[in-house]
């Protein structure tokens, strides 16, 4: 247990900010890591759709990726997610525009993260 917290850290994963949404949980934790994983494919493809158009719906996406990072300690990703939600909410196109790549990369270099930290457990049991 303590050789996956440890991963998380040395990766910049704020883990005591995530044990404490957790109620201090490895296990509800690692649950809330593996829903951020599993709906990650699906919200991507939302964001990138709703980039194009820029509404209150790209608002809603990114504040709600937001949340979901910053409540796992990803606070990279919870920061560039938070500058997209004020963008949105001023209508600055531009940023978006400029910014959405890194977006995308910083979620997709999260959730890496997290899938090895996934396979540090499988390398324990066996």
């Known amino acids: 247990m303590r050789e996956k917290l440890n991963y998380l850290m040395n990766q910049g994963i704020n ?14 934790y690692e649950q809330l890591i593996a829903l951020f ?16 158009n820029l509404g209150q719906s790209y608002t809603v996406l990114v504040h709600g990726l937001k949340n979901n990072a910053r409540s ?6 919870a ?3 938070y500058a997209h939600e004020l963008a949105s909410k001023a209508g600055d196109t531009g940023f978006i525009k400029e ?5 995308l990369e910083t979620w997709e270099q999260t ?3 997290f899938k090895e930290m996934q396979h540090l457990g499988i390398k324990n049991n066996n």
């Open 111 to 113: 959730v890496h993260i």
């Open 37 to 52: 994983m599993d709906e990650y494919g699906e919200k991507r493809a939302c964001v990138l759709k709703e980039a194009e």
């Open 72 to 77: 796992l300690g990803a606070e990279k990703l």
């Open 99 to 103: 910014n959405l790549d890194a977006l």
């Open 15 to 28: 883990v005591e900010q995530g044990m404490k949404y957790a109620d201090d949980s490895l296990d509800f």
């Open 79 to 81: 920061d560039l997610a």
